[in-house]
């Protein structure tokens, strides 16, 4: 597929992102000129993938698609309960409604803003527990995604494992800048659940790029294949949520694991109300094909080598512009810390959203805040604090972008760079109560 991408002037662009309110997602697409708002989706599917789309099998019940997908997913992931959905959402809002309580606990290395949010919807509190390394955005720590495992056995402690009905870890962790999880952290958290007899689950949307970085940086698994680093990081869980917007390059699509078929059973009830037929979930034929497909292919390790390498090339030319962004590179995304790269600013006047829309005026280029936007308002009572840290995320579609237009996001930041002392802050004028950043309005301070 080519896509032809609509060039703007600095002019028109500042007009059209005041009419959308300086809120990135309230952009038409065909406005922008290199997208990086997110990963999810905007993959460039093979030519195996669209030649098994037109094999898709629409039956109701147990197309020949659904076990094609499910084979699929249960030899990669290894578990025995395959639920899908219309996309890892949905399979968190099944999850969670099943499992979590008003009072309960959920903790996570870093919950991504939908997790969070389903969480929250049903009364429970999702607890980060990012490792000591990840607060270092500098910190050249191979495995920042991490979870802390001394707080997480403190949790428990004074908590009681009663509250606590999953304890759950991203990989890569994506709200903290993609940073990935080691096998060991992976083998520690089990040990601690299954000690504590609470069920653990992984947040498996990049699982191939994680397993590249352990294949890449931890001691042991050098020659181990990434199907092998896959099922052994599963084989530690008790079931997974997983997005195959992601690592399986679909344009949508989802699934929920588990081993317990009680559960799943229950998972399955809701499934029937809110997303269809168990054999083929949220999902048309043709997209548990393409889904089936793109598992296998994320586990080529040539695309693996190319997909890290190619992060590591836009975070190694920021550096050498002295733009600060946070290392080591991780493998969707590239995380430009707007705190120093806007000193001036408060995180309340939200240092990322102005980044962000300063790169769309700039350069047409558009990204994400991670940060106080996103995470800094307390749905329970409106209050307003800080985020861990103010993160722009430019995350990189799979297969899509060259290194030209990869340059290009790279001249564009350097002009945003070199007159950064006049960039203002922004403030809030209008937000809804969950996930405000989709539909916020801003305005300049
Ligand atoms: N978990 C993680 C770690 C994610 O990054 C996402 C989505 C989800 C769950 C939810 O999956 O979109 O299929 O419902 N992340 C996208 C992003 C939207 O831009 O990072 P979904």
Not at 74 to 97: M, S, Y
Not at 143 to 160: H, P, R, S, T, W
Request: include cysteine; aromatic fraction near 10%; proline fraction near 4%.
């Amino acid at each position: 597929m080519v896509e032809p991408i609509k060039l703007s002037t600095r002019e028109q662009r500042e007009r059209l992102i005041e009419t959308a309110h300086y809120n990135l997602f309230l952009l038409r697409a065909e406005d922008v000129i290199i997208d990086l708002l997110t990963d999810s989706g905007t993959s460039a599917m093979s030519a195996e993938a669209w030649g098994a789309m037109m094999r898709g099998d629409e039956s109701y019940a147990g197309a020949r698609s659904w076990y094609r997908f499910r084979d699929t997913v249960k030899d990669i992931f290894g578990f025995e309960q395959v639920i899908p959905t219309h996309q890892g959402r949905a399979a968190e809002h099944i999850l969670f409604g099943v499992t979590v309580k008003p009072d309960s606990i959920i903790p996570n290395n870093t919950h991504f803003d939908t997790t969070r949010a389903n969480i929250e919807f049903f009364g429970g509190k999702a607890i980060d527990l990012p490792c000591l390394e990840a607060d270092d955005l500098e910190s050249e720590y191979p495995f920042k995604g991490n979870m802390d495992i001394a707080a997480l056995e403190n949790l428990i402690v004074d908590e009681g494992s009663e509250r606590i009905p999953i304890i759950m870890v991203t990989v890569t962790n994506n709200s903290g800048g993609g940073q990935p999880v080691s096998m060991a952290n992976i083998r520690e958290i089990s040990r601690i659940a299954r000690g504590a007899n609470i069920p653990f689950y992984i947040d498996a949307c990049r699982f191939a790029e994680n397993g590249h970085f352990i294949k890449r940086r931890e001691p042991g698994y050098e020659n181990t294949s990434a199907a092998d680093i896959a099922r052994e990081m599963f084989s530690y869980a008790d079931g997974c949520t997983m997005s195959a917007k992601k690592d399986a390059f679909a344009n949508i699509g989802g699934f929920l694991c588990t081993n317990d078929a009680e559960l799943a059973q229950r998972e399955r009830n809701i499934l029937i109300l809110t997303e269809g037929f168990p054999t083929y979930g949220g999902l048309a034929g043709r997209d548990l094909e393409a889904i089936a497909v793109g598992l296998r292919e994320i586990l080529d390790e040539h695309y693996l080598d190319y997909r890290l390498l190619s992060t590591r090339y836009v975070v190694e030319h920021l550096r050498e512009l002295g733009i600060p962004v946070v290392v080591p590179a991780g493998g969707h995304a590239v995380y430009i810390d707007s705190r120093r790269f806007l000193p001036h600013l408060e995180p309340l006047q939200y240092p990322g959203q102005s980044l962000a829309v300063e790169l769309y005026v700039e350069a047409g280029v558009r990204g994400c805040e991670i940060g106080t936007v996103m995470f800094g308002a307390d749905p329970h009572n409106g209050d307003e604090r800080p985020a861990r840290h103010d993160l722009v995320r430019l995350a990189i579609p799979r297969r899509v972008y060259t290194q030209s237009h990869m340059d290009y996001v790279l001249e564009g930041l350097n002009l945003v760079w070199e007159r950064r002392s006049d960039i203002r802050g922004m403030r809030i004028v209008r937000a809804p109560k969950y996930l405000r950043h989709f539909t916020a309005e801003f305005d300049w301070i």
